[in-house]
Nanobody, 118 residues
Framework: QVQLVESGGGSVQAGASLRLSCAASGRTFSSYNMGWFRQAPGKEREFVARISSGLNRYYTDSVKGRFTISRHNAKNTVYLQMNSLKPEDTAVYYC????????????WGQGTQVTVSS
């Protein structure tokens, strides 16, 4: 069982930066593929970024060049650095973990709110 706890959300103005953190329990963190997802009001949850156990990184098009995903395996933590934030980035951001390279996520965090005002 893996528990994920997000932090770092908040309310900022457009153009600002935030760094989200996701702390994971367990001894096998380094073997998991970690991801960030978000859900805006009235919309479905969508993929934002992923970092594999082998440190390959993937991003949805709307955040490329602005967001950076990273991980610190010794701290069991994955980060999402968000720069040049836009109002359309407003959402609840969720951390997720997946053992396999493909398929559904195995574990989810509780989410952290990010609000960007214009």
């Amino acid at each position: 069982q893996v528990q994920l706890v997000e932090s770092g959300g908040g309310s900022v103005q457009a153009g600002a930066s935030l760094r989200l953190s996701c702390a994971a329990s367990g001894r096998t963190f380094s073997s998991y593929n970690m991801g960030w997802f978000r859900q805006a009001p009235g919309k479905e949850r969508e993929f934002v970024a992923r970092i594999s156990s082998g440190l390959n990184r993937y991003y949805t098009d709307s955040v490329k060049g602005r967001f950076t995903i990273s991980r610190h395996n010794a701290k069991n933590t994955v980060y999402l650095q968000m720069n040049s934030l836009k109002p359309e980035d407003t959402a609840v951001y969720y951390c997720a973990a997946r053992r396999q390279n493909y398929g559904p996520e195995d574990y989810w965090g509780q989410g952290t709110q990010v609000t960007v005002s214009s």
